[in-house]
């Protein structure tokens, strides 16, 4: 099913939640809507479930208008973050809920929502499960029930509101894999909804980056964690560290900062220059603007704290196994390599 949004808005008193997004999702595809808290994300979904109406605005799935569709009738499969599963109900009964409330007429004989629920059982790797309560299981499983309950009504588009947001980090990446697996099996065109920029890229087809009810950037992941469009994004990608600095010829001019391996295609003027830790490597140098203020050692890297002489910190990642390493310790001057960096224009007052 392709989903198209066009020009909608959406507003809850005087806050606008939505400003005008434009959005077409592809049959099949598995996008990934990406943003900070209160940005609208939660909003969007629940517009296309039909549990919220927009302002203004177009919703069409495979050309039909869903905004004239009741929501039971656009058997829509949704998992939000800490879905409630019915706790009294088993693992089976669970998942067969939405083949079990169908009218009448609609409704799958009782051995055929049996089978549908064994077989789904089998492709979400939870046969054992079946016959426990929601409350004899761990957290992942009872997510991947939740699943099995969205899917279940064979849906016409998946809805994903932060499903592993409660879970920890182990957990949340074997879900991943595990469910762009699923994903790929049944080809059912999908939203998933997180604010973590590495679940979003390792599991979605596309990323969409939304910030204060607007779409700012839409892309694949190298895209944009290497071109990001605004300052918002590069920051929101984890490129925290922000200097100012000066575009000359084309280049990045900056104190200290090794860049003529980073053209810019700004014209001439102040610009803002944005890094993550992990891409910068320190390099000792005595004459460097950066000393060392401070090293702690998280295991795999030492995370670096270095000031300059106007009292600037900024932090730096650098792998404890890196050849570099054994030369850094507090107090040692250094220049600093960036492996790959943004630059902005500067912000005009
Ligand atoms: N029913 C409502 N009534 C009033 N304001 C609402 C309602 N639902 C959402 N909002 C507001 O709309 C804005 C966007 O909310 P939304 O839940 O879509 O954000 P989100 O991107 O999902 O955030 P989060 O990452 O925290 O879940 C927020 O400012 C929120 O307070
Ligand atoms: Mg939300």
């Known amino acids: 099913m392709t989903i198209e949004i066009a020009q909608m808005t959406k507003s809850f008193g005087r806050t606008e939640v939505l400003r005008g997004i434009d959005l077409t999702v592809a049959d099949g595809e598995l996008v990934a809507l990406l943003g900070p808290s209160g940005s609208g994300k939660t909003t969007l979904l629940k517009i296309i479930a ?23 009738d656009r058997r829509i499969g949704f998992v939000f973050q800490n879905y409630a599963l019915f706790p009294h109900m088993t693992v089976r009964d669970n998942i067969a809920f939405g083949l079990t409330v169908r009218p009448r007429g609609e409704r799958p004989s009782r051995a055929d929502i049996a089978r549908r ?25 009872r997510q991947r029930v939740a ?45 998933f909804v997180t604010h973590d920029q590495e679940e979003a890229f390792e599991l979605a087809d596309r990323v969409v980056v939304l910030d204060g009810g607007r779409i700012v950037q839409s892309g694949d992941a190298a895209a944009i964690h290497d071109a990001p469009a605004s300052p918002f ?21 900056a104190a200290g900062i090794e ?20 891409d910068l490597t320190p390099i000792p140098d005595p004459d460097g603007p950066w000393t060392i203020a401070s090293v702690t050692n998280t295991g795999a890297h030492l995370r670096l704290v270095l000031a300059d002489a106007a009292g600037t910190k900024i932090p730096a990642d650098l ?15 250094v220049h600093l390599r960036p492996e790959h960096a943004s630059v902005f224009p500067a912000e005009t007052a």
Do not use: C, Y
């Open 50 to 72: 039909g549990l919220e109406w927009p302002d203004a605005g177009r919703l069409a799935v495979d050309g039909a208008d869903w905004l004239k569709l009741d929501p039971q």
């Open 117 to 141: 629920v064994d077989e789904l059982l089998g492709f979400l790797q939870i046969d054992a499960l079946g016959d426990r309560h929601p409350a004899q299981l761990s957290g992942g499983q």
């Open 147 to 191: 699943l099995g309950r969205a899917l279940a009504i064979e849906p016409t588009v998946l809805l994903l509101d932060e499903p592993f947001g409660a879970l920890d980090a182990a957990v949340r990446r074997d879900l991943r894999q595990w469910l762009r697996s699923v994903h790929d099996a049944t080809g059912t065109t999908t939203i």
């Open 233 to 253: 994004v590069a920051n929101f990608m984890g490129a925290t560290i922000e200097l100012p600095v000066a575009v000359r010829g084309g280049r990045v001019d």
């Open 259 to 278: 860049t003529d391996h980073l053209p810019s295609a700004l014209p001439d003027g102040p610009a803002r220059l944005f890094m993550r830790p992990e």
């Open 319 to 333: 792998r404890r196994r890196s050849p570099r390493a054994a030369q850094i310790a507090p107090g040692v001057r």
